[in-house]
C-alpha cells in the first residue's frame, strides 16, 4: 500500500505526496475537489472510529471552530469562494496546518 503513494519510489513521503495522498483521502466523490459534506462525512467517520457519536450540531461547531467570532474553516481553506476546495487550496491549508496530517502517521494509523 505504501508503494502506491511513494511516487517517488525513494522510501519515504514527502511532504507533497502526503498532501496528496490526504487530499484523495477527502475527495470521496473523486471530483477534484473536496466539498464541504465531504469534510462532515470525514469528521464523522474519524470520530466513530475514536467511538465517538456526536450530535449534528457538535460536528458543525467542529467545522465552523466553534466560535461565531472565528472564520468558518471551510470558506477559510475555500479562498477562491466557488464553494470547494481544490488541490492548491488543500495544500496551502496543510502547509498552515501541518498537524491536521497527523491522523495518517504510523502512530495513528496503528
Known amino acids: 500500500v505504501f508503494d502506491l503513494f511513494d511516487t517517488k519510489h525513494i522510501g519515504v513521503l514527502g511532504f507533497e505526496e502526503f498532501a496528496r495522498v490526504s487530499f484523495k483521502l477527502y475527495d470521496l466523490k473523486q471530483q477534484g475537489f473536496i466539498e464541504r459534506e465531504q469534510v462532515k462525512q470525514m469528521v464523522v ?24 467570532k472565528a472564520a468558518d474553516t471551510f470558506a477559510e481553506t475555500d479562498t477562491k469562494q466557488d464553494g470547494k476546495i481544490d488541490k492548491e487550496e488543500w495544500r ?12 495518517m502517521t504510523l502512530q495513528y494509523l496503528q
Open 92 to 103: 496551502n491549508l496543510v502547509y498552515r496546518h501541518p498537524s491536521l496530517l497527523k491522523n
Open 45 to 68: 467517520a474519524t470520530l466513530a472510529e475514536t467511538g465517538m457519536n456526536l450530535a449534528d450540531v457538535v460536528i458543525e461547531e467542529i467545522i465552523t471552530k466553534g466560535s461565531s
